[in-house]
């Protein structure tokens, strides 16, 4: 049986730009600026061998089925939590070496029950981390990064990232091989999504907060004088 998903420490922290302030309302979730959710959920791994005798031709497909919970909210997605989000199928090669797959960008790759979505334009190929278990048992952790943008129900869109975690029982050669021999398994996984501002918006908030600081020091020897 696989083991339970690591806890959130083995998730790679995204964290928020803070610029935008908590809006709880009655009205119905939507994405007020920057900030960062997580979802949790089970994903089903399969794996196709490839063409025989052709070595780095294996694909994986992830596919995470129903809507998942969204958890840990802040900032512009304040009101997302308890709500859930739907994840399209991924096609990915087991390694970092050999390109195939899921053709990107992956449109609404994500869709949120607001309307919102999230376009998926870019993602690494998994990384499998060798670890052991609490239990002393070997096991892998199962990483994968990818970029992409949110878009908004009234048009407006923010450049995002998504950062995967899932852990399997068995060392990372063990549980690649029975992926590509036609094994497949279900296991939990946590999913870590960013919006961030554009960079003109970063760089704009910096100047301001620095002709702030500025400011407030003159007045302050104003007032000595």
């Known amino acids: ?96 070496v050999v390109p195939g797959g899921t053709t990107f960008p992956v449109t609404d790759f994500l869709s949120l029950d607001s309307n919102d979505t999230f376009t998926l334009t870019t993602i690494n190929a998994p990384e499998f981390q060798a670890i052991t278990t609490t239990q002393g048992r070997p096991g892998t952790v199962v990483t994968f990064v990818g970029d992409g943008f949110f878009s908004t129900e009234s048009g407006d869109t923010l450049p995002g990232q998504v950062v995967f975690t899932s852990q399997f029982t068995g060392a990372p050669e063990e549980r690649i091989a029975a992926l590509v021999s036609g094994q497949s398994l279900s296991t939990p996984y946590s999913a870590s999504f960013e919006a961030v501002p554009e960079p003109l918006t970063i760089a704009g908030a910096a100047m301001a907060l620095g002709f702030g600081t500025v400011f407030r020091k003159k007045l302050k020897n104003a007032k000595k004088s």
């Not at 399969?46 to 840990?72: H, Q």
């Open 1 to 96: 049986m696989e083991t339970k998903l690591l806890g959130a420490a083995l998730a790679v922290p995204l964290v928020a730009i803070g610029l935008i302030a908590n809006t709880n309302s009655a009205e119905a979730a939507s994405i007020n600026g920057p900030g960062t959710f997580g979802l949790l959920g089970s994903v089903r791994v399969s794996g196709n061998a490839g063409d025989p005798g052709v070595t780095g031709d294996e694909l994986f497909t992830y596919s995470f089925g129903r809507s998942t919970l969204i958890v840990d909210t802040t900032d512009g997605f304040s009101e997302f939590e308890g709500t859930s989000g739907t994840l399209q199928t991924l096609v990915l090669p087991p390694d970092n």
